[in-house]
């Protein structure tokens, strides 16, 4: 790999930790919250520049069941484009994102990347904590990692994702941790870069 390093971060509050204290270590773009937003702007950053490294960093909410902490920092390795469907009665149904099966609604990374942080996987979804969703498994959500993955993918540019938990899925926001989450975050992103450079 070779290349300047971007790390995109969904809102300005997520990413003001890491850009007042590490701003020399890399690029940072803000790529708005939402799968659709942050794609285009990830196309955007990956055209323009042509990154040697680009990492997706925020914070996500953490099923309580998950054995997961507030605070803690996780590698996303697979994204699910959980909230993909209709709903018929009262179940929801998935529908395939690329019009022909279900199956191409999961997002792998395969870059190889520092093994800092603990791996899992990820639901996004238009609207956090929604029960309209698939079963997926997995421990966590956020609302941008399937359009930064596709487009990822599609253009074949190495990356990762980096999620700091701020809540348990379905709580009330009184007890989120958002400042807690994005300044531990700041130095997370920090280390992880560190660790890509040494590999460009």
């Not at 290349?3 to 690029?27: C, N, Q, W």
Request: charged share 25%.
């Amino acid at each position: 790999m070779e290349g300047k390093i971007i790390v995109m971060y969904p809102t300005r509050s997520e990413a003001e930790p890491f850009m007042l204290r590490h701003a020399a270590v890399a690029d940072v773009w803000l790529c708005g919250i939402g799968a659709v937003a942050c794609a285009a702007r990830t196309a955007e950053a990956v055209l323009l520049h042509r990154p040697g490294f680009i990492l997706l960093a925020g914070i996500a909410g953490a099923r309580a069941e998950s054995g997961l902490s507030k605070g803690e920092t996780v590698a996303v390795v697979r994204e699910h484009a959980a909230d993909v469907g209709a709903c018929r009665g009262e179940a929801f149904v998935s529908l395939p994102v690329d019009g022909s099966d279900v199956r191409g609604n999961v997002y792998e990374n395969r870059t190889p990347v520092p093994s800092l942080f603990r791996s899992v996987e990820s639901d996004t979804v238009s609207v956090a904590g929604t029960s309209l969703r698939a079963a997926t498994g997995a421990s966590v959500e956020n609302m941008e990692g399937t359009g930064f993955f596709a487009v990822c993918g599609a253009l074949g540019v190495p990356f990762a994702e980096l999620r700091c938990i701020s809540n348990y899925i379905g709580e009330e926001r009184c007890a989120w941790r958002i400042e807690e989450a994005a300044e531990r975050l700041a130095e997370d992103v920090r280390r992880f870069v560190d660790a890509v450079r040494a590999q460009l």
